[in-house]
C-alpha cells in the first residue's frame, strides 16, 4: 500500500507534464501540417528565415517555389513554412 502513494506525486507529475506540454504541441503541430498541405500558388508566406514571398510553385517532393521578388524564386522546404499571410480562393 505505501508503494502506491510513493508514486502518486510522480504520476500526477506526468499527468500535469502532458495536458500542459506535449498535448498542445502535438496540436500545433498537426495545424502546421494541415497548414502546409494546404499551400497554393500564389499564397503569401513567411518562412522561418524570415523570408517573405509568393508561392509560384507546389511541387511533389516537399518543397514549393517561393516568388521573393520580380524574377527572384528560391526553392523553400514546405516545412519550413513559418505563416501564410495572404490565401488565394481556389479556382472555380
Known sequence: ???IGQ????ILIFAIMYFLLIRPQ???LKEHQAM???LRRGDQVV???GLI???SKVKEDN???VEL???VKVRVVKSTVAQVLNKTEPAK
Open 53 to 55: 514571398g509568393k508561392v
Open 1 to 3: 500500500m505505501e508503494a
Open 63 to 65: 518543397e514549393i517555389e
Open 69 to 71: 521578388s520580380e524574377g
Open 47 to 49: 518562412t522561418q528565415g
Open 26 to 28: 502535438q496540436k500545433k
Open 36 to 38: 502546409v498541405e494546404a
Open 7 to 10: 508514486f502518486i506525486p510522480l
